[in-house]
């Protein structure tokens, strides 16, 4: 596809349920980030992969959360034994390339995972 | 750590008039980037406009340019000719040059009326 897609859109989940976000990165894009965006606020770095390494993890609030890239294309983000104040819409975002030039280049972003645990 | 601030919630405009979103940052770095992004309801976030700090020039891209005031800690977005569809929120956001951990601020809702 043309954009970054995130599936999927809306997730409901108890108390203690694992959960896997999955990103689609646009083809081709080296850099890709995961944000937490809460509701009525902004987004939240969480996490950063250059194609398949997670080279910033520092945003991660809890050993609960991890994330994956395996072939430096999809990711995954796991929540494991999920809690209410997990919920909050979960954002990806791929960039072209990663080198320092390129930081301030554009983030694409997906639509966004809506979490809501109860 | 670098903050985002963003000291108006909400605000509105009528449409072909223009507005001014706010936005002032803290860091001790010298080099960075900063951004406004655009999120409409229930639609992808997506850059309205970047600044490299080290350009005095402000940035401009069709109706939107920035006031940077790299002193100041300030980077306001003017939106000119304002059209119903710059209903949105819109998000200030900062990044360091050394590393991908972009700051968010708050967000400003921005309501075009007719």
């Known amino acids: 596809g043309a954009g970054v897609s995130q599936s999927p859109r809306y997730k409901v989940a108890k108390r203690g349920q694992d959960v896997a976000l999955r990103c689609d990165p646009i083809?081709?894009?080296?850099?890709l980030f995961w944000y937490q965006q809460a509701l009525g606020q902004g987004p939240e770095f969480l996490t950063y992969?250059?194609?398949?390494?997670?080279?910033?993890k520092s945003g991660l609030p809890s050993d609960r959360f991890f994330a994956e890239r395996p072939e430096g294309s999809v990711s995954t983000l796991k929540i494991q034994r999920t809690q209410q104040e997990d919920s909050a819409v979960y954002l990806c975002?791929?960039?072209?390339?990663?080198?320092?030039?390129?930081?301030?280049?554009?983030?694409?972003f997906g639509p966004g995972t809506r979490l809501t645990v109860l | 750590a670098q903050t985002v601030t963003q000291s108006q919630p909400e605000m509105s405009v009528q449409e072909a008039e223009t507005v001014t979103l706010s936005c002032t940052y803290d860091?001790?770095?010298?080099?960075?980037?900063l951004f406004w992004y655009k999120q409409p309801p229930s639609r992808q976030m997506i850059l309205v406009i970047r600044?490299?700090?080290?350009?005095?020039q402000n940035a401009t891209e069709n109706r939107f340019s920035v006031n940077f005031q790299k002193a100041a800690k300030s980077f306001s977005l003017k939106i000119s000719d304002s059209q119903l569809g710059d209903t949105a929120m819109y998000f200030c956001?900062?990044?360091?040059?050394?590393?991908?951990?972009?700051?968010f601020g708050a967000g400003t809702r921005l309501t075009v009326k007719p």
């Open positions: 975002a791929s960039r072209k390339k990663s080198g320092l030039g390129e930081r301030g280049n554009t983030q694409y």
């Open positions: 083809s081709g894009h080296v850099s």
């Open positions: 992969f250059q194609n398949e390494a997670q080279l910033d």
């Open positions: 860091t001790s770095e010298n080099n960075y980037y």
């Open positions: 600044q490299e700090a080290y350009k005095q």
């Open positions: 956001a900062f990044m360091k040059h050394s590393n991908n951990d972009m700051r």
